[in-house]
Nanobody, 125 residues
Framework: VQLQASGGGLVQAGDSLRLSCVAS????????VAWFRQAPGKEREYVAS????????DIAAFVKGRFTISRDDAKKTMFLQMSSLRLEDTAVYYC???????????????????WGQGTLVTVSS
């Protein structure tokens, strides 16, 4: 699976932005997908995931209520809708996919075999 993230840009605090990640391959619907981010000078961190079946989603506490993850398996695309953006949301956002992740490691980077190249989101005041 190859992933291509897009949608990043420069926005002001309080704005909304939607990131997209398009996948290649024929079995996208069978992958759990996730978003991670890495702020300048910080380690990469988990943001959200969407399990391949059952519609189960998981959102990190620091973005809960502001960010929503979704997917369109017919279009092999995943999304991260971000609203009420804050300065601290500035980061490179990465999409990831895995066919083997389980609930206990869904937030672990090592559980994801496939990664997009990242898209930069800059939030200004």
């Amino acid at each position: 699976v190859q992933l291509q993230a897009s949608g990043g840009g420069l926005v002001q605090a309080g704005d909304s932005l939607r990131l997209s990640c398009v996948a290649s391959g024929s079995t996208f619907s069978r992958y759990t997908v996730a978003w991670f981010r890495q702020a300048p000078g910080k380690e990469r961190e988990y943001v959200a995931s969407f399990k391949f079946s059952g519609g189960y989603t998981d959102i990190a506490a620091f973005v809960k209520g502001r960010f929503t993850i979704s997917r369109d398996d017919a279009k092999k695309t995943m999304f991260l809708q971000m609203s009420s953006l804050r300065l601290e949301d500035t980061a490179v956002y990465y999409c990831a996919a895995s066919s083997t992740v389980i609930r206990s490691n869904v937030r672990s980077q090592s559980a994801y075999a496939y990664w997009g190249q990242g898209t930069l989101v800059t939030v200004s005041s």
